[in-house]
């Protein structure tokens, strides 16, 4: 299974608290980006997050259409977000939403996984295309 790798940086963030009560802060987030590396392109994604009182614990899951190209095949897709961190220790992982691709990604599946350090969001995503 072939394997796409880079970084994104995130060129809009745009948040809605709905629920801010003792436990977890609730929010939608509207975030967009631009891809770099074997992902070029852009996407939208609409973010759930729950941010605790305890610093680096909070969770997010959401969904993001990209468009653009993976290693030069173009189209779209769209991504599936979960993502927890636990006092500083973060999983962040992707799924591509099955039959979700158009274009040359048609049919495309996979999923991978996120890090961000020092600012920097790097990307990892395993993918198959027929």
């Known amino acids: 299974m072939p394997s796409a790798n880079g970084t994104f940086d995130i060129t809009g963030w745009e948040p809605e608290t709905y629920d801010e009560r003792e436990g977890a802060t609730l929010s939608r987030v509207h975030v967009t980006k631009t891809f770099h590396g074997d992902l070029e392109g852009t996407s939208t994604t609409d973010i759930l997050t729950a941010m605790t009182q305890v610093e680096g614990s ?3 899951v959401g969904l993001e259409r990209f ?4 290693h030069g095949r173009k189209g ?6 979960s993502a927890t961190g636990s006092r500083g220790e973060q999983t962040l992982s992707w799924t591509i939403v099955p039959d979700s691709g158009t274009g040359e990604l ?3 599946r996979g999923g ?12 990892t995503l395993d993918y ?3």
């Open 58 to 60: 909070a969770a997010y």
């Open 112 to 123: 991978g996984r996120i890090t961000a350090e020092n600012g920097t969001h790097t990307y």
């Open 76 to 81: 779209t897709l769209v991504l599936q977000h």
């Open 67 to 70: 468009t653009g190209s993976l």
């Open 128 to 130: 198959d295309l027929p």
């Open 106 to 108: 048609l049919e495309v």
